[in-house]
């Protein structure tokens, strides 16, 4: 990885698209000019893996997160995960706007605009590090209205999603499978119907969890995970529901689900801790969360025994 050394200036690790490496650099000298020890990414990490030892050691080693924001950062599982990262390591993000609209939970951010007048905000980058709180960037409370059609439709699909694991665990795949299967289309006209609301968001992601399951089941039994576009739409639903709400313990659950499937073990095992203890801070004993920590170590220590394949 090619992060640069650090002295005994504060570090600022920067967070971009690999599309917009040029602008990062600019993002780079500006910070180095302000007196910091900005981190920056130029290896080939970025078509690796989400969260490696040292990427996560560079987040939590930063005075602040720069982020450099754009329509492909907002596409991009490697700022998304840096990003919720640094929020859950407390570490305030300074976003520096390219394009697009910045996540929900940073809409009460000050952001610096890098569309106009680049020199001038770039100039005053340093300043706002400088003015960064010493903890993760307040955001504003999600107080949606849930109609009572939406209501209900919660819940008719989460007791669907039980009733499959529940077959899951009886070990009878064929009835699970065809519950399943039953279940798409209703999924399908939800996700239609209230694209944005938070939990029919984290349904649909466990919902493509449960498939890709399924579908892998003899593989994932065996202890491998071979890729499909499945992982792909599941992480881009729990990442749009954490967003809006980073504390949201069934949306990080279900994205570190989605990430063991990927293979992202040291993602997977960050996001499901920061599940349970999210959990805990609501009152909540998340047992769920619990078993699928203890999974993710007993699988991340079979890994390094060389026992897990990805494809």
């Known amino acids: 990885m090619a992060g640069r050394q650090r002295g005994k200036r504060a570090g600022v690790f920067i967070s971009h698209a690999g599309v ?56 991009s599982p490697w700022v998304a995960t840096e990003v919720l990262t640094a929020f859950h390591l407390d570490r305030y993000v300074v976003p520096c706007v390219l394009g697009g609209e910045l996540p929900q939970f940073l809409s009460r951010s000050v952001y610096l605009d890098l569309r106009k007048r680049r020199a001038d905000a770039l100039t005053r980058l340093g300043t706002q590090v400088r003015r960064a709180r010493r903890s993760r960037n307040e955001f504003p409370g999600l107080t949606g209205y849930q109609p009572a059609a939406l209501r209900q439709t919660i819940r008719a699909l989460d007791d669907a999603q039980r009733e499959i694991l529940d077959q ?57 995970f071979p890729s499909d576009p499945l992982l792909d739409e599941g992480r881009q639903r729990f990442f749009a529901t954490l967003f809006a709400n980073p504390i949201d313990y069934a949306a990080l659950n279900g994205l570190g689900n989605i990430l063991l499937f990927a293979g992202e073990l040291a993602a997977a095992e960050f ?19 619990r078993h699928d920590l203890a999974m993710i170590r007993r699988r991340t220590r079979r890994a390094r025994r060389g026992r897990i394949r990805y494809k």
């Open 20 to 75: 917009n490496l040029a602008v990062a650099e600019q993002v780079e000298a500006a910070l180095d000019a302000a007196g910091y020890d900005p981190w920056l990414d130029r290896s080939d990490i970025r078509v690796g893996a989400l969260l490696g030892k040292e990427l996560r050691q560079a987040i939590e080693a930063s005075r602040a997160v720069v982020l450099v924001w754009s329509k492909a950062a907002a596409r």
């Open 168 to 224: 899951v665990e009886r070990e009878t795949l064929a009835e699970a499978k065809r519950l399943q299967a039953e279940l798409s289309p209703r999924m399908r006209a939800a996700e239609a119907r209230w694209r944005f609301d938070p939990t029919i968001l984290n349904l649909a992601g466990y919902h493509r969890k449960n498939a890709y399951m399924l579908k892998h089941w003899e593989a994932y039994s065996a202890g491998r």
């Open 271 to 289: 996001f499901v801790a920061s599940a349970i203890r999210c959990a805990a801070q609501a009152g909540v004993n998340y047992r769920e969360a």
